[in-house]
């Protein structure tokens, strides 16, 4: 299957977390606004380190304006821990992303790390 970028911008989800809690409010994650109305199924995250750690338990979640609530879309990784480093971070595609206002990662973090996370659309051909 072929896919490109879509015209809509980077989503910083996380900039430089040392903690990813599950989110509660509705201010707790990043609204993806920016990418208009039409919102893709498929995404690309990112997650960059600043050193040696690792993201285990993670889950890309997902804020439902209409029905005031997060619920967890996938888990990142198949639920595998993922080794991270400053000079090796990792991605992956995402589904099913297009019926949230809002997106956030929980999980848990080791090895004192500091963690940016961001995501791109993708628009499958």
Same mark, same amino acid.
């Given at each position: 299957?072929?896919?490109?970028?879509?015209?809509?911008?980077?989503?910083?989800?996380?900039?430089?977390?040392?903690?990813?809690?599950?989110?509660?409010?509705?201010?707790?994650?990043?609204?993806?606004?920016?990418?208009?109305?039409?919102?893709?199924?498929? !995404?690309?995250?990112?997650?960059?380190?600043? $050193?040696?750690? &690792?993201? /285990?338990? %993670?889950?890309?979640c997902g804020y439902d304006?209409?029905?005031?609530?997060?619920?967890?879309?996938?888990?990142?990784?198949?639920?595998?821990?993922?080794?991270?480093?400053?000079?090796?971070?990792?991605?992956?595609?995402?589904?099913?992303?297009? !019926?949230f206002d809002s997106l956030?990662?929980? $999980?848990?973090? &080791?090895? /004192?790390? %500091?963690?940016?996370?961001?995501?791109?659309?993708?628009?499958?051909l």
């Open positions: 299957m072929r896919s490109k970028k879509l015209h809509g911008k980077k989503v910083t989800l996380h900039t430089a977390a040392t903690s990813l809690p599950s989110p509660s409010l509705s201010t707790d994650g990043q609204a993806i606004t920016t990418w208009g109305n039409h919102r893709p199924d498929v !995404a690309s995250i990112a997650i960059d380190s600043d $050193g040696v750690g &690792t993201l /285990g338990n %993670a889950y890309l304006a209409q029905d005031a609530a997060w619920r967890a879309i996938c888990q990142v990784h198949r639920g595998a821990t993922i080794t991270l480093s400053a000079t090796l971070g990792h991605e992956e595609r995402v589904l099913d992303i297009g !019926a956030a990662v929980k $999980g848990t973090l &080791t090895g /004192g790390i %500091a963690v940016t996370i961001s995501i791109k659309p993708i628009e499958r």
